[in-house]
């Protein structure tokens, strides 16, 4: 079991460029959360999406994010005109029935916008 | 809604002596509560958890934490640190029945030869 993959694990972008991150769960599970991690600080929850649907959407930004979890591949959470202040890593966690039993964090995507 | 405080961000410890990472939550519903380690670029790992029962749990590498619903605290314990146990230290609620998690801003763990 090849536990929760992101890729890449490092993003270099300049401002204005978008990124794409990829999230794919563990085996098994189909439900998927995104979480930042800002500099100093602790991880603060996304997204929750379970594939073709987003279930909760409360901790995402307003503007300019957006995340997906189609039917076939990866999650892909996605970042238009990045800006300095999106320099963080985000995590991937899945679980396999929607809540904490079996929720595991990959190993995160380190964003650098330069 | 759920806070965690976590009121160390850096705690530094020499080898083989005893830490404890201090945890405090605020919360108007009953949660569930835990630690996670991460280790320099790698993603979080679950330490320990406390769902219910006995208000002491153990990991299998030697921490312990303890749930104080009257201090509503979740401190984490070692009495006897390793070289390997440095890395950051992160507690976490969620609701019972809830999907995801409340995080503190983390306590780095330094353990000194």
């Known amino acids: 079991n090849a536990g929760v993959m992101q890729n890449p694990r490092h993003l270099v972008r300049r401002r204005g460029q978008e990124a794409r991150l990829r999230c794919s769960p563990m085996k098994g599970h189909s439900h998927v959360y995104w979480y930042r991690q800002l500099p100093e600080e602790g991880l603060k929850f996304m997204v929750y999406?379970?594939?073709?649907?987003?279930?909760?959407e409360s901790g995402m930004p307003k503007e300019r994010f957006s995340a997906e979890f189609p039917k076939e591949g990866p999650s892909i959470l996605r970042i238009q005109q990045v800006v300095r202040g999106d320099s963080a890593a985000y995590f991937c966690?899945?679980?396999?029935?929607?809540?904490?039993?079996?929720?595991?964090f990959g190993s995160g995507t380190r964003l650098t916008v330069v | 809604a759920q806070s965690v405080t976590q009121l160390d961000s850096q705690v530094p410890v020499f080898e083989e002596a005893p830490v404890e990472l201090r945890c405090n939550y605020s919360?108007?519903?009953?949660?569930?509560l835990f630690w996670y380690v991460q280790y320099p670029n790698q993603g979080l790992q679950l330490l320990l958890k406390?769902?219910?029962?006995?208000?002491l749990v153990e990991s299998i590498n030697g921490f312990e934490a303890e749930f104080n619903k009257s201090q509503t605290s979740f401190h984490l314990r070692k009495p006897s640190v390793h070289i390997s146990d440095t890395a950051e230290y992160f507690c976490a609620v969620s609701d019972i029945g809830g999907n995801q998690f409340y995080f503190g801003t983390g306590t780095s763990l330094t353990v000194i030869p």
């Open positions: 919360s108007s519903v009953s949660v569930y």
């Open positions: 406390y769902l219910s029962g006995s208000t």
């Open positions: 966690a899945s679980s396999p029935k929607g809540d904490l039993y079996g929720y595991t």
């Open positions: 999406l379970q594939k073709e649907n987003i279930i909760d």
